[in-house]
């Protein structure tokens, strides 16, 4: 069980981003939901979006998710410098067993 | 506001345990499912286990199971990982982290972390 996402994206200010975490057809099965979470450096992981599409309260709208199928994104709209971070996906394998993807690096140009 | 803080981290040989404690404040602790997870040096996240609410369901990532206890004393809002039989590839930093809902589902708030170093 498996989840995909590319090891670094990067945008220039202003500009916006997707990042995709594709999973294999055990780990999201009946397409259980994807989470988001964000890591600054230095600092603990942070919920982004939870349930695929769902911001936790303090979370800017520029951050938003979605999903089809077996593979879910997160879009970050007008990237900012304080955006550059590691973003990780996180799902459930076929034992609902927590699963997260490699981490993609973000660097704002 | 939630407050994890964890601590018990430091320095073992292989084969060698060692426990980890998180202490819960900001919420009723005995509500929720409870996680460690844990991130090797420059490398992603990698979730270890989860327990329920109630403390009667434990579920290990195959990497650790036989080999980590995770438990809690809901009295004393207190989440343990209890790790033997320790090796260099568990050397990392382990994250106490709170479910919104009584078992895993995904997490909402992180700890600091506590560094565990397995070396000789």
């Known amino acids: 069980s498996v989840l995909t996402q590319p090891p670094s994206v990067s945008g220039a200010p202003g500009q916006r981003v997707t990042i995709t975490c594709t999973g294999s057809?055990?780990?999201?099965?009946?397409?259980?939901?994807v989470h988001w979470y964000q890591q600054l450096p230095g600092a603990p992981p942070k919920l982004l979006i939870y349930?695929?599409?769902n911001r936790p309260s303090g979370v800017p709208d520029r951050f938003s998710g979605s999903k089809s199928g077996t593979s879910a994104s997160l879009t970050i709209s007008d990237l900012r410098a304080d955006d550059e971070a590691d973003y990780y996906c996180q799902s459930h394998d076929s034992s609902l067993n927590m699963i997260f993807g490699g981490g993609t690096k973000l660097t704002v140009l | 506001q939630v407050q994890l803080v964890e601590s018990g981290g430091g320095v073992v040989q292989p084969g060698k345990s060692l426990r980890l404690s998180c202490a819960a404040s900001g919420f009723t602790f005995s509500r929720y499912g409870m996680h460690w997870v844990r991130q090797a040096p420059g490398k992603g996240l990698e979730w270890v286990a989860v327990i329920s609410d109630d403390g009667l369901n434990k579920y290990y990532d195959d990497s650790v199971n036989g080999r980590f206890t995770i438990s809690r004393d809901n009295s004393k809002n207190t989440l343990f990982l209890q790790m033997d039989s320790l090796r260099a590839g568990d050397t990392a930093v382990y994250f106490c982290a709170k479910d919104p809902y009584g078992s895993g589902f995904y997490i909402d708030s992180w700890g600091q972390g506590t560094l565990v170093t397995v070396s000789s």
């Open positions: 057809s055990s780990s999201h099965g009946a397409s259980p939901d």
């Open positions: 349930v695929n599409t």
